[in-house]
């Protein structure tokens, strides 16, 4: 018994909470976009840069293991699909407003390949006025450590053979006040031929990242362990 309660305060001194979402723009968590993002097929590459101040609710650091998209309401359904896809995430020294239209420039020595291989999603929709629910879902095979104290967060699409039906919910801005900047180029080339302050609507499943139990929390545990040992001796004692 005592020992399961050790384990128990060890335990509750590092668990982090999991499965939280947060939707980026923070503004259209449960507000529809202003845009709608058209179907298109291709090969592309697009580098779409999320200022760090839209995970200023989280309080810390991030462990992101998800992406999602919604549809547009009373669109009707829709569908995204690639042959292959590569998604990559860094943590970049570009802001919005300093975003490079040379790819390479916008990412940092973290960049980390999350997922890889074919992609297919569906949804049939809402008809509104309330938002669609983020059921075009993309689960990360490697998750990803994101410090907003460190940076932008970096999101590299390498498309092979996309395939789009229906219409994504978007955000179009007027300029780097957004704090969202997407660039769009053919899949092997080095710079944007297209940007702008506009995102897809998007949520991101994270577990939030606690440290390590300081030396006071250690301290607390150890005191706590000492008083419950003392108190299972005098039980025992008593008997």
């Known amino acids: 018994m005592f020992r399961a309660k050790l384990v128990f305060l060890f335990a509750a001194s590092c668990l982090a909470s999991f499965g939280s979402v947060i939707v980026v723009p923070n503004g259209n968590t449960s507000t529809v976009g202003n845009s709608t993002d ?26 992101i293991d998800q992406l999602s998209f919604r549809l ?23 802001l919005p407003s300093t975003i490079s239209t040379t790819f390479a420039d916008n990412i940092s020595p973290d960049n980390t390949l999350v997922f890889s291989g074919p992609f297919t999603a569906s949804s049939s929709g809402c008809t509104g006025p309330a938002v ?16 907003p104290a460190q940076g932008s967060l970096l999101l ?12 994504l919910d978007e955000m179009d801005f007027a300029g780097p006040n957004g704090g969202i900047v997407s660039l769009v180029a053919l899949l092997n080339d080095t710079t944007a031929i297209d940007s702008g302050f506009s995102t897809d609507i ?9 440290p390590e139990p300081t030396t006071g929390a250690f301290v607390f545990i150890g005191a706590a362990s000492l008083a419950l040992m003392r108190r299972h001796r005098s039980a025992r004692a008593a008997r």
């Open 38 to 63: 058209s179907p298109d097929t291709g090969d592309f590459r697009v580098q779409q840069l999320l200022g760090s101040g839209q995970f200023a609710s989280v309080g810390g650091s991030l462990l």
């Open 132 to 147: 669609c629910p983020f059921d075009l879902r993309l689960n990360f095979t490697t998750p990803f450590l994101y410090n």
């Open 156 to 167: 590299d699409f390498k498309f092979t053979g996309i395939s789009q039906t229906g219409e």
């Open 202 to 210: 998007l949520q991101l499943r994270y577990t939030a990242a606690v």
């Open 72 to 94: 547009a309401p009373e669109t009707g359904s829709g569908s995204l699909s690639a042959t292959n896809l590569n998604l990559y995430l860094s943590t970049s020294p570009k």
